[in-house]
């Protein structure tokens, strides 16, 4: 049996930004691709305002947001559509390109423009849709749902407030140790 143990960060590339080699790399974009000429002004002036700080950057835009509270809300103007505006940003900017994916179906043709592929963090479960995310090859962020118990995960990163709260006593003990400090 394998040891896969190790869970240190590897650097990794996605197009010209680095990961993981302790430098800040930029993933930022609009919400959802409502047009070609919209992505296009956003990825511009992200890059532009990235390259001015010194980091690197990878424009990302959702070319459907399935996960809305309401099924009025705006989603996007369609796959097709919304997946040529992605290509036209990597064609036009040269920047890397992360969408969402959100079922098995999409994933080919998400990965056929997008250097970097994306799973929301309310499919972070769907075991078949990473399987096929990972397959194509693109490197693959599986943002982690909120809904998540750490313990239950001991591969996904902590975030600082999770790693203290691991530290420091229950609630219960700080007041009581509080109290006792306290003169009577």
Not at 51 to 65: C, I, P, Q, R
Not at 124 to 150: H, P, S, Y
Not at 174 to 180: F, H, T
Request: aromatic share 4%.
């Amino acid at each position: 049996m394998t040891d896969n143990s190790d869970t240190s960060i590897k650097p990794f590339r996605v197009g010209d930004a680095t990961f993981g080699d302790g430098r800040l790399t930029i993933i930022a974009g609009p919400c959802v691709v409502e047009s070609r000429e919209h992505v296009l002004l956003m990825a511009r002036e992200c890059q532009k305002r990235a390259s001015d700080a010194g980091l690197d950057y990878v424009f990302k835009a959702s070319y459907d947001k399935a996960n809305r509270s309401s099924q009025e809300s705006f989603r996007g103007i369609g796959m097709r559509e919304a997946l040529d505006a992605l290509r036209a940003v990597k064609g036009e900017t040269g920047l890397p390109v992360v969408t969402d994916v959100h079922e098995i179906s999409q994933v080919e043709a998400a990965a056929e423009v997008a250097d970097m592929l994306q799973i929301p963090a309310f499919l972070c479960r769907q075991t078949d849709l990473i399987v096929a995310a990972v397959k194509t090859g693109r490197a693959v962020n599986v943002k982690k749902g909120q809904f998540l118990a750490l313990h239950g995960s001991p591969r996904l990163p902590r975030t600082r407030s999770e790693r203290w709260a691991e530290r420091a006593p229950p609630r219960a003990s700080r007041r009581a140790s509080r109290n006792a400090a306290r003169p009577a």
